[in-house]
Structure formats: C-alpha cells, structure tokens
C-alpha cells in the first residue's frame, strides 16, 4: 500500500521466461553462456537475481510495470516482447543475446564479472540491489544505479556477513549474498490484534522491509515479545516516532510511526506490554504501526514468526 515508505544465483545465458513447462536443461546458446533451468510450475519458480535485472531494464525503457520480484511470470515475458516488437526483433520472450543488447547498458554487464562500486551502473548492479533487500539491506529504488544509498546498504551487509565493509562488491560479497537468506527461530505476538495490508518484500521497484498494521489513531501497540527497550522517540528519518526492543540472539523488533511512546531507553517490557499507540508520525499517510524484525540489522520477514 501507500501507508508506509520508509526511508533510510544468477545465470549468465539467456532468460527464459516463457509458460512455466516440465523441468529441462537448454543447451548453450554461445561461447560463456550456460544453460538455465526452467522450473516446473509457477509455484515452484525460485526468484533470481538476473530476472530481478531483467525486470529493472523493462521498466525503465517503459514496457513493464510489474514488481522486481525475480519471478520469471506472464507480465515479465510480455514485457520482453513488447521490447522484441518495437526493437523488430523476433518476438519469443526470451531475453537471450539480441534482446540484452537491445536494452543497451541495461542489458550489461553481467552478475560476476567484475567488482562493483559507487558510480557504477547496469544489469549487474541491478542484481546486487535485489540480492540485498532480499538479505534485508533495502537501498532505495532498484535502478541499476549504484549511489550513496546503495553504497550505505552494501557496507552495512558486509559489515554483519563479517567481511571488510569497503563498499565493493566482489567475489566474497557476491558469495555471501548466494548464502541462506537471514532468520531466527524466536517466536513473537503479534503488536495489534488486527491483521497486516502490506507485507513484507517487493513493491513495484523498492523493498518494504516489515508489515503495516492498519489501526485508529491512538490504538495500544503491545511489545511483540520479552526484551527491553534500546531506543524511543522521534526520529529524523521516515519512522517518525520509533521504539525499538532488543530480544535475545540478536534480534530487535521496531514499531514505527507511533503517536505517543510508553516506555523509554533501558526499560525492559514482556509480551502484550504497551510500547506506544498507533499514529501517522514519519513518511506516512494515514494511521497504522509499521513492525520489523531484525537479526543484527538485517530485516527479515516477520510473517512467519506470530505465535
């Protein structure tokens, strides 16, 4: 939804995005390509780095309007052909060499062949925005463009996967990002007894990173869970007034966009325990608590962790 806009294994060959059929193996198409695999059913469809690019590419030259979401589905391989149609190639929806060239330095270079850095621009920075919003590093729109944002995020990633944060994604970056997404076995009530609009992961081309819980103005927030209290207040970013609880294994939980807080710096609150009430405070356009689970900063999909 509107609500909430919060602030601050990729293949080299051709993209496949036709009608998802029985598992197979395409040959090489040429010399440094490799085959992909088409899955099975959409349901089965892993999302992908290179599809995540290929999407970015699609909407900047205006023929797709559907989510980075690196799944090869029906609006992605009409978006190709739509691109095949006014570049007068052949209209197959896949995106294999012709068709990479065709989106220009969109299309280029690919995932891998070469460290990435501020300033830098295409299909494979692309890839890295995607890889880490999904890792729980959002920075900003998914652009192909690598600016402060992107550079913040990728520092930031670095720095929990316990490597150097220079802000250069290499090879060692890029084998961490094709690691176990982040998670945590804790369990957590839910802060409102309502349910969530928007969830956690891709919108249009950004990342939210929690779950929003429309609410009246005014609505008691409880803590999600025992821990205690690490920040409260107003912030200056698009949180507005914020309470964070730190938990154990390194976890925090965030409620943001409150009206008023209840508890302050160094409290320590158990489960269903008023944090705040529900406000429109930060980057928001109408009453609802924001929630996020982080593991050591990254965010991570609270939707699985109710009780």
Not at 14 to 38: E, Y
Not at 95 to 111: H, I, S, V, Y
Not at 125 to 152: E, I, N, T, Y
Not at 189 to 203: A, C, E, I, N, Q
Request: proline residues 8%; positive net charge.
């Amino acid at each position: 939804g509107a609500q909430h806009r919060p602030g601050p294994a990729a293949a080299r060959g051709p993209f496949i995005v036709r009608r998802m059929q029985a598992p197979r193996v395409l040959p090489t198409l040429a010399a440094g390509c490799v085959a992909v695999l088409v899955a099975a059913s959409p349901a089965e469809a892993r999302p992908r780095g290179d599809v995540a690019a290929l999407q970015v590419a699609l909407r900047a030259v205006g023929v797709y309007g559907g989510d980075v979401d690196g799944l090869a589905g029906p609006r992605t391989r009409a978006g190709v052909r739509r691109l095949q149609r006014r570049r007068g190639l052949a209209v197959d929806g896949v995106a294999g060499p012709a068709t990479r060239r065709a989106l220009g330095r969109r299309g280029r270079p690919r995932w891998g062949s070469r460290p990435i850095g501020p300033g830098m621009r295409g299909w494979d920075v692309a890839v890295l925005q995607w890889q880490l919003a999904r890792h729980g590093f959002p920075s900003g729109p998914m652009d192909g463009g690598f600016g402060p944002r992107a550079g913040a995020a990728l520092r930031r990633f670095q720095a929990w996967a316990g490597l150097a944060a220079d802000g250069v994604a290499g090879p060692g970056t890029r084998a961490a990002l094709h690691r176990r997404l982040p998670s945590t076995p804790l369990r957590f009530y839910r802060p409102l007894g309502s349910g969530w609009t928007d969830g956690f992961g891709v919108r249009a081309d950004t990342w939210h990173p929690g779950l929003d819980f429309p609410a009246p103005a005014g609505t008691a927030v409880g803590a999600a869970g025992r821990g205690c209290v690490v920040s409260a207040g107003s912030t200056s970013g698009g949180y507005g007034n914020l309470v964070v609880v730190a938990h154990r294994l390194g976890v925090t939980t965030m409620y943001a966009h409150l009206s008023s807080v209840a508890v302050r710096r160094g409290q320590c609150v158990t489960g269903h325990q008023r944090v705040g009430r529900v406000g429109s405070t930060g980057f928001s356009t109408g009453p609802h608590l924001h929630f996020e689970v982080r593991l050591r900063g990254a965010a991570i999909d609270p939707s699985g962790l109710f009780l």
